[in-house]
């Protein structure tokens, strides 16, 4: 019987440093820049069509709440953007990849509403904690946006990655 606890105690300890932490927050906590590059066309009031192609800075603050994120986004500025909240979930052992990630981007004057896919690298110390992360987008959709007060089409590129905290206070 002894021998038996021995085993069962020597298996329990190989499963548990074997077995990858559960990364399932991971992100919780943590500032994005995102520098997002959109390309589309406008179209302004009168019905005249123009090639648009912009770049734009935001933030976003991730917090873990029971099975998914909730994402803040502000402007380069600072601003809440006027929809800003969002949720998402993240899909592989490593978190690697967030599916149908709606977000309004942009700034509060021209807000851009927009769901993408993306790739996401986690970087982490000897310990395991989170040293750095990154969400590479793999294309998105705008489905409703403003540019200049002219509606835009089109899609884009976000690339973000952690930061310790944004420039403005908050």
């Known amino acids: 019987m002894k021998k038996c606890a021995y085993t069962t105690f020597l298996i329990a300890l190989i499963i548990l440093f074997t077995t990858p932490v559960a990364f399932g927050q991971a992100l919780d906590g943590l500032w994005f820049k995102a520098k997002t590059t959109f390309k589309g066309y406008t179209v302004d009031g009168s019905g005249l069509i123009s090639k648009a192609n912009v770049t734009m800075v935001n933030y976003f603050y991730l917090t873990w709440v029971d099975t998914a994120y909730y994402v803040a986004t502000y402007d380069e500025a600072g601003n809440v953007m006027p929809v800003g909240d969002s949720s998402f979930h993240t899909i592989g052992a ?31 110390d000897s310990h395991g904690a989170v040293k750095s992360a990154t969400f590479n987008s793999m294309g998105c959709d705008i489905w409703r ?26």
Request: hydrophobic share 35%; glycine share 10%; net charge neutral.
């Open 94 to 124: 490593n978190e690697d990849i967030v599916h149908d990630f709606t977000m309004e981007l942009g700034h509060v004057s021209n807000p851009i509403n927009m769901v993408q896919s993306s790739i996401i690298k986690i970087k982490r």
């Open 145 to 170: 946006a403003q540019l200049a007060g002219n509606g835009f089409y089109g899609g884009c590129v976000m690339k973000a990655k952690t930061i310790e905290y944004p420039p403005f206070p908050g």
